[in-house]
C-alpha cells in the first residue's frame, strides 16, 4: 500500500483499536488465514466457550462467552474465508468507569495482506502486531555511508531513515608514520583498513540481511575512495552485494552523511514514498510562483475546490492541525459545520444557535483527512497524505497542512 486515503483509514482503525482495554483478558483477536475452514474455527470457539465457563469471575465469564457468541454469529455469515483470510476483534470494552459498563464491540477486518497462521488469542487489549506488519512501507533501502574513519549503517522505508548502526575504525591517518619505518606503518595501515571493511561488512550484514526480501537497493556513499574499495573488496555477503546499486560521493559523513546520500540518490529513489512526498509538495510550490491560480490552500479553500469538481491533487498533512465539527442545536436542531485549530478547542464555548438562540448543543467530531478523501472519491481527485515531521510536511503545514492542484483544464 502507497501513502493513500486507503492506507491512512486503515491505520487510522488500527490506531483506534489499540487504544480499546479491557478488564483482566476478556479481549478476543482472532485471526484466520486464507483456506482456513470456517466450521472448524466455529467448532474451535465452541471449545473455548465451553473452556470459559471454567472463569470464577461470573462477569468476566459472561463477557468471554458473549464475546465468542458474537464471533460465531458473525463468521455464520460467511461460507469460506476470504482471500487474505479474516481477522476478528471482540471483546467488553468499558464505556464508562464502573465495572458493568462493558459493551460487546466487534471489528472484522478483511486485511489488506494474507493472514500467515490461525491465531485465538485472549488479552486484555487486542493483539494488533500482525495488521501492523501490513501496512508498514515495505519497501527498503539499505544506506552504508563510510570513509576510513567509520561507518553508519541505515534504513530507509518510506518517508524514513533510521541509523541502526555506527561502526569506528582505528585507523591512524596517512604519512604519520612517527618513529616507525614508512612501509612497516603502510602494512599496518592497510591491515587495520581491511579490518575495519570486515567489521563494517559484518555489521551490514547483521542488519540487512535480516531484510533482504524487503530490501529495494542497497547506497554505498562516503567521501574519498573508501567506499569503493569497500564495495570492490565484496565485504557484503553475497546477496547484499548484488543489491548495491549505486555508489554515490559524498562531502559528509555519519548521519549528515545518510541525509545527504538520500537528497543525492534521488532519481533512484523515486519509487520511494519519500520522494513522492517531496515533489508533490514541491509541485504545489512551483506552481505557486508560476501559476498561483492552480493551487488552492487551506481548509475552506480546498473544500470549495472539491466541491466545484476543480482539484486534482489534494495533499494533506497526516497531524493537520485543525478538524471539523458539526453542531447541532438541541432545542431546534439547526445544524452547522466548523472548521477549528485542534489547540483551540475552546473556541466554541459561549456558542449560541443563530435560529433560536439556544446555547445547548451536541458535536460531532468529522476526521478532516476521511471527509476530503471521500470529496475526493466522489470528484475523481487523488488524495495523498504527508508525512508531518519532514522538510516538506513543514512546508505544507505553512499552508495550513492541506493543498490542492488544480485541473488544468479549469484555468481561464
Ligand atoms: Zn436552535
Known amino acids: 500500500m502507497s501513502l493513500t486515503y486507503e492506507r491512512y483509514e486503515f491505520r487510522k482503525l488500527l490506531k483506534e483499536l489499540k487504544k480499546k482495554k479491557g478488564r483482566g483478558t476478556e479481549l478476543i483477536s482472532l485471526y484466520m488465514p486464507p483456506g ?3 466450521y472448524d474455527v466455529i467448532k474451535y470457539l465452541r471449545d473455548e466457550s ?22 460465531i454469529q458473525k463468521l455464520k455469515l460467511y461460507r469460506s474465508v476470504p482471500g487474505n483470510g479474516l481477522v476478528i476483534f ?5 464505556q464508562g468507569r464502573d465495572r458493568g459498563t462493558e459493551k460487546i464491540e466487534i471489528y472484522v477486518i478483511e486485511p489488506p495482506e494474507p493472514v500467515r497462521s490461525f491465531q485465538y488469542i485472549c488479552n486484555h487489549e487486542f493483539y494488533l502486531e500482525p495488521l501492523e506488519d501490513m501496512i508498514r512501507e515495505k519497501k527498503a533501502y539499505g544506506l552504508i555511508v563510510m570513509d576510513r574513519g567509520g561507518g553508519v549503517i541505515a534504513i530507509l522505508r518510506g518517508s524514513n531513515y533510521k541509523v541502526i548502526r555506527w561502526v569506528s575504525s582505528d585507523i591512524p591517518p596517512k604519512h604519520s608514520a612517527g618513529g616507525q619505518s614508512q612501509r612497516r606503518f603502510e602494512r599496518i595501515r592497510e591491515e587495520r583498513v581491511h579490518d575495519f571493511f570486515k567489521r563494517l561488512g559484518i555489521r551490514a550484514n547483521e542488519v540487512l540481511l535480516p531484510i533482504e526480501n524487503e530490501l ?4 554505498i556513499g562516503g567521501p574519498g575512495d573508501a567506499r569503493e574499495k569497500f564495495e570492490e573488496g565484496n565485504f557484503l555477503d553475497y546477496r547484499l ?3 548495491i546499486i549505486a555508489s554515490i560521493p559524498l562531502s559528509y559523513t555519519e548521519e549528515q552523511g545518510i541525509r545527504e546520500l538520500i537528497m543525492k540518490a534521488e532519481d533512484l529513489l523515486k519509487e520511494s514514498s519519500l520522494y513522492k512526498e517531496r515533489s508533490l509538495v514541491e509541485e504545489v510550490f512551483r506552481l ?8 488552492a490552500y487551506g481548509i475552506k479553500e480546498v473544500e470549495n475546490a472539491l466541491i466545484s469538481g476543480s482539484a486534482e491533487k489534494i495533499l494533506v498533512l497526516e497531524d493537520i492541525p485543525v478538524k471539523k465539527v458539526k453542531i447541532k442545536c438541541i432545542q431546534c436542531g439547526y445544524e452547522e459545520q466548523k472548521v477549528i485549530r485542534k489547540d483551540r478547542e475552546m473556541s466554541l464555548s459561549g456558542w449560541k444557535c443563530p435560529k433560536c438562540g439556544g446555547t445547548v448543543y451536541e458535536l460531532e467530531e468529522i476526521d478532516i483527512i476521511e471527509y476530503l478523501g471521500e470529496l475526493g472519491s466522489q470528484t475523481g481527485a487523488e488524495l495523498f ?7 516538506w510536511g513543514a512546508q505544507l503545514k505553512a499552508l495550513g497542512g492541506v493543498a490542492a492542484v ?3 483544464e479549469m484555468r481561464e
Open 288 to 295: 505557486l510562483v508560476k501559476e498561483s491560480g492552480r493551487v
Open 216 to 219: 529495494e537497493g542497497i547506497l
Open 50 to 71: 465451553d473452556q470459559a465457563s471454567n472463569i470464577k469471575d461470573k462477569l468476566t465469564r459472561k463477557n468471554v462467552q458473549s464475546a465468542i457468541e458474537s464471533i
Open 241 to 243: 552485494q548484488r543489491k
Open 36 to 38: 482456513k475452514n470456517v
Open 90 to 94: 471482540c471483546g467488553a470494552i468499558p
Open 406 to 408: 488544480l485541473r488544468y
Open 385 to 391: 497524505v504527508i508525512s508531518p515531521g519532514t522538510e
